[in-house]
């Protein structure tokens, strides 16, 4: 079906930057909406921004300013750039994609997508 894979978390100082990818891969007719969510440590998974095919996007206001989220339509890819990142920034990021694909079949099927996540970690 379709997989998606992402890359670019790591360790980061209070302050830094990191860009996070997630490039979407296999029997891919479209992608509608992108986005990127975030689950820290005995917390609940949240929204951190999303993006529609047509560019236009959404954000937490916990990044606004700070996150910039972006994609690349012909390379199936969603970019999370993160300035000035905090502590509380800290958590496993995950991306999906609202994505309409083939099916065995070969008919078309709409399906959200996730990722298996990356880790940032914002400490000193």
């Known amino acids: 079906q379709v997989q998606l894979v992402e890359s670019g978390g790591g360790l980061v100082q209070p302050g830094g930057s990191l860009r996070l990818s997630c490039a979407a891969s296999?029997?891919?007719?479209?992608?509608?909406?992108m986005g990127w969510y975030r689950q820290a440590p005995g917390k609940q998974r949240d929204l951190v921004a999303t993006i529609r095919s047509g560019g236009s996007t959404n954000y937490a206001d916990s990044v606004k300013g700070r996150f910039t989220i972006s994609r690349d339509n012909a390379k199936n890819t969603v970019y999370l750039q993160m300035n000035s990142l905090k502590p509380e920034d800290t958590a496993v990021y995950s991306c999906?994609?609202?994505?309409?694909?083939?099916?065995?079949?070969?008919?078309?099927?709409?399906?959200?997508?996730w990722g298996k996540g990356t880790l940032v970690t914002v400490s000193s």
């Open positions: 296999g029997s891919i007719f479209s992608i509608n909406t």
């Open positions: 999906n994609a609202y994505t309409n694909y083939y099916s065995d079949s070969g008919q078309i099927r709409a399906m959200v997508f």
